[in-house]
């Protein structure tokens, strides 16, 4: 869904997915702290790209309503993942591991 709003933030969130679920190995986390950058990425990028970029496109009123419902879509996603965060701080949350047949 972000790709298609913004491919800038897309290539930014799924960035950050992917880097924390290489190193982690949990999905749950890579994607909470990926649907936690969706709400900066959306502001760094409509701010300072389109915002303040040479053709000055948009309205800072813009850049505030992407970034506020940006906001509210990772509000969401994280509340729904409250028992994988209970899980991480507990130190229980399953790993994806891969097994060679």
């Keep these: 869904m972000i790709a298609l709003i913004d491919w800038r933030v ?31 990425s959306t502001f760094l990028v409509t701010y300072f790209v389109d915002y303040h970029g040479d053709s000055s496109s948009v309205s800072l009123t813009y850049v505030l309503i992407t970034t506020a419902i940006a906001l509210l879509m990772a509000v969401i996603l994280i509340v729904k993942h409250r028992t994988n965060i209970t899980r991480i701080l507990n130190g229980t949350e399953k790993k994806l591991a891969i097994h060679k047949k």
Excluded at 13 to 38: E, H, M, Q, Y
């Design 10 to 40: 897309f290539i930014i969130v799924i960035s950050v997915f992917i880097i924390l679920f290489l190193i982690t190995r949990i999905v749950s986390l890579a994607s909470i702290c990926a649907a936690a950058a969706f709400p900066v």
